[in-house]
């Protein structure tokens, strides 16, 4: 049925079970999966007709997306507790996190098997990153203030420009509603960490409105495994993280609304620069989101959303050295949206000014200074005729640096039987080098923008609730951007960035969600992954082949509860291969409970078999914790 049989589900669960340290476990997974694959082998893990914008830039419903596209909700952000906005992608199918320690730790998130650099993040609808790393600080991100998360998976550079290769992961911060009130929350965890939150929200005619602050200090654990136990590098490596955030709503009139958000975070964490470090290394990052957007429904059919934005990015390390790194992006885009019966046209116009600080900067007549200019085009087509949606688009980018470039896209959906849908998509997509990368004394100014095309297909089935799905992909890059030790830099000395690269990425993702076994409703996916680096002929590093992941959530005595599993294969930690990171499953636990109207309690252990497990060489990650925490809303 839906093209699997027994023999070849048989066939993937022998073969997932042979990735060490995930046998058992995955089997379980596996097993939940793939029967109910049979049965209906089809996806959809966000709900039917809920808004979302990342794919288009412009609202639509996920029924209507010709794309893999995930929501998460505030609900679902509520439960994660503690941690960052990389702990919930994580338990999303083909999202895959690399830590160098805790929440507040360096972070790589990777979707599908690409590079964390090649995943644009916005901050209502504002891009923000390093100009120095290449990508967002996932772990400055502020989870205290989201309101939802809105995934696409896959090239979306004709819509986004650069950056945009494996994905978007577009956040929505929280606003104002209903009668004014104030938010009090307060957690604590046995891995002695404290934290508190508190916000005033809420509408007043035509306003909407809401402030608030958070706070979160732990004493962690040591992130090291391979430290001198006399070295100062043994110790605990805590961290202190606070986080600010204001967002403003005015509607003067119908179909006119204007919002402004602005949010800060500051993190102070302690890390070991070597095994053997004799100071107390710390990394104090701190981030600001700013976007003032205007959306207005001339009428029915015509649309037009402009949105103003500054993001800004700095690190600072201090060991037995002093680093500093700071990034300011700036961005401006009109998106026209017309509709013409069946056919939805859209303009987009775009500016996006980078601008990096870093002593390291030496090819620029402004030492430790650089920037680049990025002016984008795009047209879009749709052609919405129910059973079939077909979507062309296209953009021109204009840099300062490396001149033009063109990305483009097609896609379309056929709805079959009720419930059922088959989807085709081909697109391109780039990174530009980053200011670092073109300028530094490890740079190349000829560097030119790495580029990819992918094809997907995918096959949907949706019926009372239930939930299944199924794509397969493949995406070709090129001319990544690498660190080659054999070239010779500016400098003279050997060692800097080239276009070096390549990769090919092919995989399958199965999904499911709403599937009710008795009183427990289950949600989950399978990742098949061959990420390979055709220079090399290696996998790429830090990526599993196998990925299961399993959510169980029920009702007993008005207490809400969930379990969860996550089975990853082994990895290599090293583009050579030589370097083995085994295979492990975790599992957490969580129960919340609404006491009264004003106050709900949270209960939550991660890590619950306490397993040792590493996603960087070297690197522990969180053991077992327990967290407990409570959320007040006093009525007026």
């Keep these: 049925m839906g093209g699997f049989s027994i023999q070849s589900i048989m066939w993937i669960q022998s073969k997932a079970l042979r990735a060490p340290g995930v046998r058992s476990a995955c089997a379980v997974a596996c097993g939940v999966m793939l029967a109910g694959a049979v049965v209906q082998p089809v996806w959809a893990d966000a709900q039917l007709g809920e808004l979302q914008v990342t794919a288009t830039r412009m609202p639509q419903p996920v029924s209507k997306a010709l794309a893999d596209v995930t929501v998460v909700t505030r609900a679902d952000i509520e439960r994660q507790g503690a941690g960052g906005v990389a702990d919930v992608l994580q338990k999303l199918p083909g999202f895959q996190v690399v830590r160098n320690g805790d929440a507040t730790a360096t972070t790589s998130v990777m979707i599908r098997g690409s590079n964390s650099r090649h995943v644009l993040v916005l901050v209502d609808g504002v891009p923000t990153g390093s100009q120095a790393t290449g990508g967002a600080t996932w772990e400055s991100l502020p989870l205290a203030w989201v309101e939802r998360i809105e995934v ?129 290394d710390r990394a104090k990052k701190d981030s600001t989101q700013a976007a003032l957007s205007w959306t207005a429904n001339w009428m029915p059919a015509w649309q037009t959303v402009t949105s103003l934005g500054q993001t800004t990015d700095a690190y600072e390390a201090r060991s037995s050295y ?73 953009r021109v980018d204009n840099n300062s640096r490396f001149g033009v470039h063109r990305t483009g896209s097609a896609a379309a959906s056929f709805k079959l039987a009720a419930g059922h849908a088959v989807r085709a998509s081909v697109g391109t997509a780039f990174r530009a080098p980053t200011v670092y990368q073109l300028f530094s004394s490890y740079g190349d100014p000829a560097l030119t923008p790495e580029t990819s095309q992918t094809k997907e297909l995918g096959y949907t089935y949706s019926e009372g609730g239930v939930q299944w799905g199924a794509s397969a992909y493949r995406t070709h890059y090129d001319q990544l951007i690498d660190f080659n030790f054999n070239k010779i830099c500016w400098t003279g000395s050997a060692g800097c960035y080239g276009n070096t690269a390549k990769a090919r990425i092919d995989g399958v993702s199965l999904t499911m969600a709403g599937l009710m076994v008795g009183e427990v409703r289950l949600q989950g996916s399978l990742d098949w992954l061959n990420p390979t680096d055709t220079v090399r002929d290696k996998w790429l590093p830090r990526r599993a082949r196998q990925e299961a992941k399993l959510r169980a959530e029920w009702t007993w005595l008005d207490w809400n509860l969930g379990a969860q599993g996550q089975f990853t294969s082994r990895r290599y930690d090293d583009a050579g291969n030589t370097k083995q990171l085994g295979g492990y499953a975790v599992y957490s636990l969580d129960a919340s409970r609404k006491l009264s109207s004003e106050l709900s309690v949270l209960a939550k252990v991660t890590n619950a078999s306490n397993h040792a497990y590493q996603t960087a060489l070297n690197y522990n990650t969180e053991p077992r914790t327990v967290f407990v925490g409570m959320r007040w809303t006093p009525s007026r």
């Design 152 to 280: 696409v998976r896959g090239p979306l550079s004709a819509a986004y420009g650069s950056d945009a290769m494996g994905g978007v992961v577009q956040i929505i911060t929280r606003k104002g509603h209903g009668a004014p009130r104030m938010e009090l929350a307060l957690g604590v965890s046995d891995q002695s960490m404290l934290q508190g939150e508190l916000s005033t929200l809420g509408s007043v005619g035509e306003f909407n409105y809401l402030v608030g602050v958070t706070a979160q200090a732990s004493r962690g654990f040591n992130t090291r495994s391979d430290v001198v136990p006399t070295s100062v590098a043994a110790d605990r490596d805590g961290h202190a993280k606070h986080s600010s955030h204001a967002r403003f709503g005015w509607q003067p009139m119908a179909g006119q609304q204007v919002q402004a958000s602005l949010s800060s975070t500051h993190i102070n964490n302690q890390y070991d620069a070597s095994k053997a470090s004799n100071v107390d």
């Design 322 to 394: 002093v680093y500093h790194s700071a990034t300011r992006t700036q961005n401006a885009s009109v998106v026209n949206q017309v509709r013409l019966d069946d056919v939805v046209a859209r303009v987009l116009l775009e500016r996006r000014e980078d601008h990096l600080l870093n002593g390291d900067l030496l090819l620029l007549g402004s030492e430790g200074r650089g920037d680049q200019k990025n002016n984008g085009l795009g047209l879009g087509l749709e052609w919405q005729a129910d059973p079939v949606v077909l979507a062309v688009n296209g």
